[in-house]
Structures are given as structure tokens and as C-alpha cells.
């Protein structure tokens, strides 16, 4: 069974830095394509970067790019989140997820971990 679970949310002030993970278990983590997305109170969840099986390609939204860059270790399973220059706008709920084809469909989903950023 795969899982996925998020981790390194926190409480942070505008222009901080944060570290997201998802770690990756029942299956090696190369198997799949696998994403970040977001969910701020009272909106849709959107999305914020996809990173390609091997790490080689990686697409992050127009809003972000600059301020966050997408990686990851399959020798550890995991994938990062690197947030810089934290904005207010950035606070919600962030999310990982994996799939089974380059499409990104996510098939699986972590549970999520709460990003808060203070003015």
C-alpha cells in the first residue's frame, strides 16, 4: 500500500523560509511522478510544482517560480518543497501527491501539513 506523508509545515514570518517533505512508502518513490499542491482556507486547492520520475524535469506555477523550487531523493523516497520569501498568501494546507503516469494524475495523496505565514 503507498503512502505518502507530508511534513515541515510551521508558522512563519513574511520573507521566511520553509522546507516541505514528502516521504514516500510501499513503493520506491522512482515509480512515480509526483506533485505539490496547495489549499488556502475558503479556496479550491491548487497547484503548485510537479517534478518528472528521475528529477530531471520539474514545472512549477507562473506565480511561484523564483520563490519555489521543487526536488527530490529517491535514494530517500522523498520529495522537497523549498519555500523562499514567504508571503501571507502563501498560508494554507500543502500536499503531495504521486502518480502512476506522466500525466500527473495523482493516485495517491498525503494528508497534508499546514503552512502559515504571518504578516
Known amino acids: 500500500q503507498v503512502q505518502l506523508a507530508e511534513s515541515g509545515g510551521g508558522l512563519v514570518p513574511a520573507g521566511g523560509s520553509l522546507r516541505l517533505s514528502c516521504v514516500v512508502s510501499g513503493r520506491p518513490s522512482s515509480l512515480f511522478a509526483m506533485s505539490w499542491f496547495r489549499q488556502a482556507p475558503g479556496k479550491e486547492r491548487e497547484f503548485v510544482a510537479r517534478i518528472s520520475r528521475s528529477g530531471d524535469t520539474t514545472y512549477a506555477a507562473d506565480s511561484l517560480k523564483g520563490r519555489f523550487t521543487i526536488s527530490r531523493n529517491n535514494g530517500k523516497n522523498t520529495m522537497y518543497l523549498q519555500m523562499n520569501s514567504l508571503e501571507p498568501e502563501d498560508t494554507g494546507v500543502y500536499y503531495c501527491?504521486?502518480?502512476?503516469?506522466?500525466?500527473?494524475?495523482?493516485?495517491?495523496w498525503g494528508q497534508g501539513t499546514q503552512v502559515t505565514v504571518s504578516s
Open positions: 501527491g504521486a502518480s502512476w503516469t506522466s500525466d500527473y494524475t495523482n493516485t495517491y
